[in-house]
């Protein structure tokens, strides 16, 4: 499931930092989106939640837009990071 949330404020000036920005997303994680999964529903292995500072249309590209994003694994009824390195 994805989530998508406006977030002025980490963009321009006194911007919220990158750090607060993916700790807020997980909280998104754990605290709103979690309790948006349909049970009994389709079962769902995967959440993103993405923070930009205007809308966008989904699938749009627009570099002047600032976004953060990260994937969460369903793990025992928690958001486990899902970590995108090699």
């Given at each position: 499931?994805r989530?998508?949330?406006l977030?002025?404020?980490?963009?321009g000036?006194?911007?919220?930092?990158?750090?607060?920005a993916?700790?807020?997303?997980a909280?998104l994680c754990e605290n709103?989106?979690?309790?948006?999964?349909?049970n009994?529903?389709?079962?769902?292995?995967?959440?993103?939640?993405?923070?930009?500072?205007?809308?966008?249309p989904?699938?749009?590209?627009?570099?002047?837009?600032?976004q953060?994003?990260?994937?969460?694994?369903?793990?025992?009824?928690?958001?486990?990071?899902e970590?995108f390195?090699?």
């Amino acid at each position: 499931m994805r989530f998508r949330f406006l977030a002025p404020a980490i963009s321009g000036r006194g911007a919220l930092d990158v750090e607060d920005a993916l700790s807020d997303i997980a909280w998104l994680c754990e605290n709103f989106a979690l309790a948006r999964i349909p049970n009994p529903g389709p079962q769902v292995n995967q959440i993103v939640v993405s923070l930009m500072d205007r809308e966008v249309p989904f699938g749009e590209a627009d570099e002047t837009v600032t976004q953060y994003f990260d994937a969460f694994n369903i793990t025992n009824g928690t958001c486990e990071l899902e970590l995108f390195y090699d």
